[in-house]
């Protein structure tokens, strides 16, 4: 019986294969907190990656809401030292505010 030798190509990535998959690890999904207290999101701007994750924490001691005004996401009431998440599943420029305070507002930006 002969033995089965395998192309040597089979065994060693190709240099652009590596870059390829340098460049996947280098761009894994980041999470990003978002403060809610005293009525101010913070940062009141925030410029993420599609596919991170945006966390608000509420550290007031009533319910906001952080409400995407286009629809693109809308966490409904998060409760005083409650918590929601969000995952950036669409790129864009995201104006959002808190529906039970009208004063509240904040910016989401997406980038691909
Ligand atoms: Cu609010």
Not at 2 to 26: E, N, S
Request: with cysteine; proline share 8%; net charge positive.
């Amino acid at each position: 019986m002969r033995p089965v030798r395998l192309p040597g190509r089979l065994l060693r990535p190709a240099p652009g294969l590596l870059c390829a998959a340098l460049a996947a690890a280098a761009a894994q999904p980041a999470t990003h907190t978002i403060t809610v207290e005293n009525m101010v999101y913070s940062p009141a701007s925030l410029t993420v990656h599609r596919g991170d994750r945006i966390t608000w924490v509420n550290k007031d001691l009533f319910p906001h809401t952080a409400s995407a005004l286009g629809g693109a996401f809308d966490s409904g009431a998060i409760a005083a030292d409650g918590s929601w998440s969000y995952v950036a599943a669409k790129s864009g420029d995201f104006a959002y505010d808190c529906r039970f305070h009208p004063t509240m507002h904040g910016r989401l930006k997406v980038d691909p």
